[in-house]
Each structure stands twice: as structure tokens, then as C-alpha cells.
T-cell receptor, first 112, second 113 residues
Framework: SQQGEEDPQALSIQEGENATMNCSYKTSINNLQWYRQNSGRGLVHLILIRSNEREKHSGRLRVTLDTSKKSSSLLITASRAADTASYFCATGRGGSARQLTFGSGTQLTVLP | EADIYQTPRYLVIGTGKKITLECSQTMGHDKMYWYQQDPGMELHLIHYSYGVNSTEKGDLSSESTVSRIRTEHFPLTLESARPSHTSQYLC????????????FGPGTRLLVL
């Protein structure tokens, strides 16, 4: 089964609201990354949080990591229509320093 | 925008044809990857490379093959395309550090009739 699983699968909110997406994983990690994918495009890296970090900010993004629960959350504050995209978490496999495993993603729709 | 390119962006082809999907990056990254992604689904790693003349198969079994003769190029080839190969193929690269950021190309949407 996949390493990262996002929740919810789809989320629809109004512009200006906050969006929260969650990711759970199964094995030990060195870091966890969040990526964004616009429809029909490649993925764009948003933020990386290391296993010894609990929270990280980047602009309107806030990521938390709870290694005891093997979970992470991505919060987008003051959402905009342009934030509409799929968001994926990605984790490195336990013991492997070289590959990422991606979850199935959360489809976020921000309504104007 | 990352300096990683894929061509073609879209390809519609008949069953049995041989196809090559091109991927190139100008960042000097040692690591390169090919993922397969069906609409609305997760990415599956099908091939990766840690450098010139190094290629490995990923988790998802694929009938495609890859080569890495030059650092900047990582083409993927299907000798005989089938409808089951219809998907989006994403190429990515990363620097030679532990689990750092991957940079993705725009993808190739393949439709095999």
C-alpha cells in the first residue's frame, strides 16, 4: 500500500477561507514534502519539513509534522482561486535516501 | 519554473507503434525519475537513474525502457504501444543529496488507440 495518503480526497472552499489537508504515512521518514499540481501539469515543490521539525511556514503555507502519529498537515491561509490544484505529500522510504513515495493527493477547489 | 523539459506534451498514437518520450534537464542533476500518473491518481515510480549509465526499475512494473547516456537526458521508450499504456508520464530530477526536492517537467499525455 502507498506510503502517503491524503485526506480529504477533495475539498471545495470559498476564496478567503483557509484550507487544511492531511497526510498520513506508514514508515519512518527523513523528511516529508508537499507538492502542488495544476491540472495537466507537472508537480511543483512547495515545502519540505524534516523529521526533527514540528512546524514550518512559507508565505501563506503552514506545514506541521507529528512523527509520533505519522501525520502531517498543510494549511493554506486566505485561499485564492489560483490555489485551485491537487496537493500531494511525498515521503522518503524508511532506510532509503533516494526515492519519494507520493500519496493520491487532495483536489482543492477555491471558488471565487 | 524548473529547467526540465519534456516532449512531446501530447501524443496520440496507434497500437503497436514504437514511441520515445524525451526528458532533459539543464540543472546538472545526477538523479532523474520517470513517474506514471493516471488522472486524479497518485504518481507511480517506473524508472530512476542516479547518474550516467545507471538505470533502475521502480515500484510499478512497466514495459517501457530508459537510458541515461548523458547527464541531461533520460528518454523513455515503449517498443510497442498498447491502449493500457495510455497515461500521463512525468519526468523529474533532483540534486545528489539525501531526499531533497524533485523538480518536475510538464509531463507527456499519451493516448494509445
Amino acid at each position: 500500500s502507498q506510503q502517503g495518503e491524503e485526506d480529504p480526497q477533495a475539498l471545495s472552499i470559498q476564496e478567503g477561507e483557509n484550507a487544511t489537508m492531511n497526510c498520513s504515512y506508514k514508515t519512518s521518514i527523513n523528511n516529508l514534502q508537499w507538492y502542488r499540481q495544476n491540472s495537466g501539469r507537472g508537480l511543483v515543490h512547495l515545502i519540505l519539513i524534516r523529521s526533527n521539525e514540528r512546524e514550518k511556514h512559507s508565505g501563506r503555507l503552514r506545514v506541521t509534522l507529528d512523527t509520533s502519529k505519522k501525520s502531517s498537515s498543510l494549511l493554506i491561509t486566505a485561499s485564492r482561486a489560483a490555489d485551485t490544484a491537487s496537493y500531494f505529500c511525498a515521503t522518503g522510504r524508511g532506510g532509503s535516501a533516494r526515492q519519494l513515495t507520493f500519496g493520491s493527493g487532495t483536489q482543492l477547489t477555491v471558488l471565487p | 519554473e524548473a529547467d526540465i523539459y519534456q516532449t512531446p506534451r501530447y501524443l496520440v498514437i496507434g497500437t503497436g507503434k514504437k514511441i520515445t518520450l524525451e526528458c532533459s534537464q539543464t540543472m546538472g542533476h545526477d538523479k532523474m525519475y520517470w513517474y506514471q500518473q493516471d488522472p486524479g491518481m497518485e504518481l507511480h515510480l517506473i524508472h530512476y537513474s542516479y547518474g550516467v549509465n545507471s538505470t533502475e526499475k521502480g515500484d510499478l512494473s512497466s514495459e517501457s525502457t530508459v537510458s541515461r547516456i548523458r547527464t541531461e537526458h533520460f528518454p523513455l521508450t515503449l517498443e510497442s504501444a498498447r491502449p493500457s499504456h495510455t497515461s500521463q508520464y512525468l519526468c523529474a530530477s533532483s540534486p545528489n543529496r539525501v531526499q531533497e526536492t524533485q523538480y518536475f517537467g510538464p509531463g507527456t499525455r499519451l493516448l494509445v488507440l
